[in-house]
């Protein structure tokens, strides 16, 4: 089983950029894909972000064009650049594999001015 461990977090004003990192260990060898989730206060995980094992980036309407997720196969880290961050992206980003049902501690992005 892969174990994977987000970073990066932050308070950001509107406007404002973060880059988040997800750092993978153990039986990553069986990881397809990995996803990068947002959970905001009293709502389910969102997907935000998706990269397959090959390379291709996947993105749904509301961060298009705003987001990108990236893989260093060197280090074992997926990353999740964030930019033009709006406040409606404020909530406990998760990078998971999707077809796992564990998640991880998460790490918290609020988008205030």
């Known amino acids: 089983q892969e174990q994977l461990v987000e970073s990066g977090g932050g308070l950001v004003q509107p406007g404002g950029s973060l880059r988040l990192s997800c750092a993978a260990s153990g039986n990553i060898a069986s990881i397809a894909a990995i996803g990068w989730y947002r959970q905001a206060p009293g709502k389910q995980h969102q997907l935000v972000a998706v990269i397959s094992s090959g390379g291709i980036a996947t993105y749904p309407p509301s961060v298009k064009g705003r987001f990108t997720i990236s893989a260093d196969n060197a280090k074992n880290t997926v990353y999740l650049q964030m930019n033009s961050l709006k406040p409606e992206d404020t909530g406990v980003y998760y990078c998971?594999?999707?077809?796992?049902?564990?998640w991880g501690q998460g790490t918290q992005v609020t988008v205030s001015s």
């Open positions: 998971k594999d999707p077809a796992s049902p564990y």
